[in-house]
């Protein structure tokens, strides 16, 4: 009897393709259930012996509704829309694609501040109401005087530093699970506290997962301890960030501006408050995208959740420590 792989949902998707494509060709039953209801889950995912999830949330009941499944994989890179706990309850992997996208997203981080550093969507709109001068937009800062701040250092903050250091920028870093050694190695000047990272740079980017102990990680206090000159940057999850504290912020002046591509509530339920900020750039969780990115996580997941059934264990388990003990 063949094995059979499940996809939750298709997202963005236009269809199932690709997977399907996969799967049928390496031997394996595939079905796209294109649910994110729960009870259309737990219904659909009985048989599955890999589990496909885009943006569907796997909560303890689905799991529970799992009989003999081998692997989760998470079809991109948060994973906090899988309870891992209860999967790793239930002896199943899980896994996700950690190595996709990332030039996309430190392309757009990049872009994003160089369009507010240069004021290029403010001097936009200024011309798109025959205003030609650069006054208004005044300050604009030499970049090569000015350092970046990365709350996070992995492998998309260490493409964000290279892009960055080629405009003469300096880059500075705070990741507790990153060797000092890495830090001189990536030319990135170590802060030995996060309060001290964001006290001390002129563009602070967030790049860390989303934890119970990183949600919320921009608030009143992280923001007041920035300068007053600061923009804010976040391509990686939207909940690092109070979104009520910030709004609160950049109405008072505390910062000078935020670049958001991810929010706390996605999509946000409009008209959106911070768009009707001037000192705020908005892009619709766009960073990871390119014609080229899509189909590649795609075809990662699927060979990820075949690599587990097939050798035993993903690429890159999530829950190996816990499930190895």
Request: with cysteine.
């Amino acid at each position: 009897m063949k094995l059979k792989i499940v996809m939750t949902d298709l997202a963005t998707f236009a269809d199932a393709g690709i997977e399907a494509g996969i799967a049928q060709e390496q031997g394996y039953d595939f079905v796209c259930l294109n649910t994110k209801d729960e009870d259309a889950l737990v219904a659909g995912v009985a048989d599955a012996d890999a589990l496909l999830v885009v943006y569907a949330t796997v909560t303890e009941k689905v799991i529970a509704a799992l009989r003999h499944c081998k692997i989760i994989v998470r079809t991109g890179i948060g994973y906090n829309n899988i309870d891992v706990d209860a999967a790793t309850r239930r002896g199943i992997m899980v896994a996700n694609v950690p190595d996709y996208c990332q030039g996309e997203v430190a392309d757009h981080t990049l872009a994003l501040l160089l369009s507010f550093a240069r004021k290029v969507t403010f001097l936009n709109s200024r011309i798109k109401k025959q205003s030609w001068s650069v006054v208004a937009a005044r300050p604009i800062p030499r970049l090569a005087e000015t350092s970046l701040g990365l709350y996070g250092c992995g492998s998309i903050a260490q493409a964000v530093a290279k892009r960055a250091q080629s405009f003469g920028i300096k880059v500075r870093g705070f990741d507790p699970y990153l060797p000092e050694a890495s830090f001189a190695a990536l030319g990135i000047e170590k802060a030995a506290h996060s309060d001290e990272l964001f006290a001390s740079c002129d563009f602070i980017s967030l790049h860390a997962p989303l934890t119970p102990e990183t949600r919320h990680i921009i608030n009143t206090d992280t923001l007041n301890k920035m300068k007053k000159s600061a923009v804010l940057i976040n391509t990686a999850r939207g909940p690092l960030i109070n979104t009520e504290d910030l709004y609160a912020a950049l109405k008072a002046g505390v910062i000078a501006g935020a670049a958001l591509d991810v929010l706390e509530t996605e999509p946000p339920v409009f008209p959106l408050p911070l768009a009707e900020l001037d000192n705020v750039l908005l892009t619709p969780h766009a960073a990871y995208y390119s014609d080229a990115s899509e189909p590649e996580l795609r075809r990662k997941s699927a060979l990820e959740a075949i690599r587990a059934l097939t050798e035993g264990r993903p690429k890159f388990w999530l829950n190996r420590k816990e499930l190895e003990k």
